[in-house]
C-alpha cells in the first residue's frame, strides 16, 4: 500500500432509509477523510455533485441496482442521466439470470452499452457479478473475460445487498471473498482493475483484499476502517 487506506474506499452510502440530510453528512465525511469516492443512491448524485464540487473526491452511482434486471435500455439511460448530473463513476449490475441461465451474447450487450455510455462521456464503470448469486467459479470465470472485451474498467464482487435464502428461511451473505478476489484477478488483465465490496468492516479485511490485488474497497464503515488504521500505525 502506497497511501492511506481511505484512498481505496469508496464510501458506500446506499441504502435505502438514507435522507438527503444523511447523505449530505456521508459526503462531508468522505471530503474529510479523503477517500477515493462516494457511492450514492442515482437521486442522490445532484447532491454529492453539490458537496463535493470542490474536493478530489469522485462522485458515483449505481446502474441497475441491485438486482441487475433492469432492461440495458434503462440502464444505459440511468448511466447516460448520472453522468449528466455529475457522475463520473458507475457501478452497474449485471443481469444475473441471464447470467445463470448461460444467455452470454445478452450479457457482454448489456454491459457493453452501459461501458460505451459512460465512456463516451468520461466516466468508468465497475461491473457488478453479484457472486452470492452464482453458483459456479466457471460463471465468474466467463464474467471476467466478457467485461474485458466489453471494455469495463472494473469488475466488482458484490452489491452489499445480495442476500440469499436459506433453507431454514433466513437469509445469509457473504459479499467479498478472498476466493472470489484472487479468482477474478487471476482472469483479468492488468487493464481490468476489482473492487471488492460486501461485509467489509475493518482495516485488517481491507488491508488483506487490497494485498490480493483489490484497488478499490466498497465500504459503509468508511470511519471506522480509517480510524482503525490510524490505531495499526500508532495515531
Given at each position: 500500500?502506497?497511501h492511506?487506506?481511505?484512498?481505496?474506499?469508496?464510501?458506500?452510502?446506499l441504502?435505502?432509509t438514507?435522507t438527503?440530510e444523511?447523505?449530505?453528512q456521508?459526503?462531508?465525511l468522505?471530503?474529510?477523510?479523503?477517500v477515493?469516492?462516494?457511492c450514492v443512491?442515482?437521486?442522490?448524485?445532484?447532491?454529492a455533485?453539490e458537496?463535493?464540487?470542490?474536493?478530489?473526491?469522485?462522485?458515483?452511482?449505481?446502474?441497475?441496482?441491485?438486482?441487475?434486471?433492469?432492461?440495458?435500455a434503462?440502464?444505459?439511460?440511468?448511466a447516460?442521466?448520472?453522468?449528466?448530473?455529475?457522475?463520473?463513476?458507475?457501478?452497474m449490475?449485471?443481469?444475473?439470470?441471464?447470467a445463470?441461465?448461460?444467455?452470454?451474447?445478452?450479457?457482454?450487450?448489456d454491459?457493453?452499452?452501459?461501458?460505451?455510455?459512460a465512456?463516451?462521456?468520461?466516466a468508468?464503470?465497475?461491473?457488478?457479478?453479484?457472486?452470492?448469486?452464482?453458483?459456479?467459479?466457471?460463471i465468474?470465470?466467463r464474467?471476467?473475460?466478457?467485461?474485458?472485451?466489453?471494455?469495463?474498467?472494473?469488475?466488482?464482487?458484490?452489491?452489499?445487498?445480495?442476500f440469499?435464502?436459506?433453507?431454514?428461511g433466513?437469509?445469509?451473505?457473504?459479499g467479498?471473498?478472498e476466493?472470489d478476489v484472487?479468482l477474478?484477478?487471476?482472469?483479468?488483465?492488468?487493464?481490468?482493475?476489482?473492487?471488492?465490496?460486501?461485509?467489509?468492516?475493518?482495516?485488517?479485511q481491507?488491508?488483506?483484499?487490497?494485498?490480493l490485488?483489490?484497488d478499490?474497497?466498497?465500504?459503509?464503515?468508511?470511519?471506522?476502517?480509517?480510524a482503525?488504521?490510524?490505531?495499526?500505525?500508532?495515531?
Open positions: 500500500m502506497n492511506s487506506i481511505a484512498r481505496y474506499i469508496d464510501h458506500s452510502l441504502h435505502p438514507l438527503d444523511a447523505v449530505r456521508g459526503c462531508q468522505a471530503a474529510r477523510l479523503q477515493a469516492s462516494v443512491q442515482p437521486a442522490a448524485v445532484p447532491l455533485a458537496v463535493l464540487a470542490d474536493s478530489p473526491v469522485a462522485v458515483g452511482t449505481v446502474v441497475g441496482f441491485p438486482q441487475g434486471a433492469h432492461a440495458t434503462t440502464k444505459v439511460f440511468e447516460q442521466l448520472a453522468c449528466r448530473q455529475g457522475a463520473v463513476e458507475l457501478d449490475v449485471i443481469h444475473v439470470g441471464k445463470r441461465g448461460g444467455d452470454w451474447d445478452y450479457v457482454a450487450q454491459i457493453r452499452e452501459v461501458v460505451q455510455a465512456h463516451d462521456r468520461g468508468i464503470v465497475k461491473v457488478i457479478f453479484e457472486n452470492d448469486f452464482l453458483p459456479s467459479d466457471e465468474k470465470i464474467l471476467c473475460h466478457i467485461c474485458e472485451e466489453a471494455g469495463a474498467d472494473y469488475v466488482k464482487t458484490s452489491t452489499g445487498f445480495g440469499v435464502k436459506q433453507p431454514e433466513g437469509y445469509a451473505y457473504r467479498a471473498t476466493h484472487k477474478m484477478r487471476a482472469h483479468c488483465s492488468p487493464r481490468v482493475k476489482i473492487k471488492a465490496a460486501g461485509g467489509i468492516r475493518s482495516y485488517e481491507a488491508r488483506r483484499f487490497i494485498q490485488g483489490v478499490r474497497i466498497g465500504a459503509s464503515a468508511t470511519e471506522q476502517i480509517v482503525q488504521e490510524a490505531q495499526h500505525h500508532g495515531g
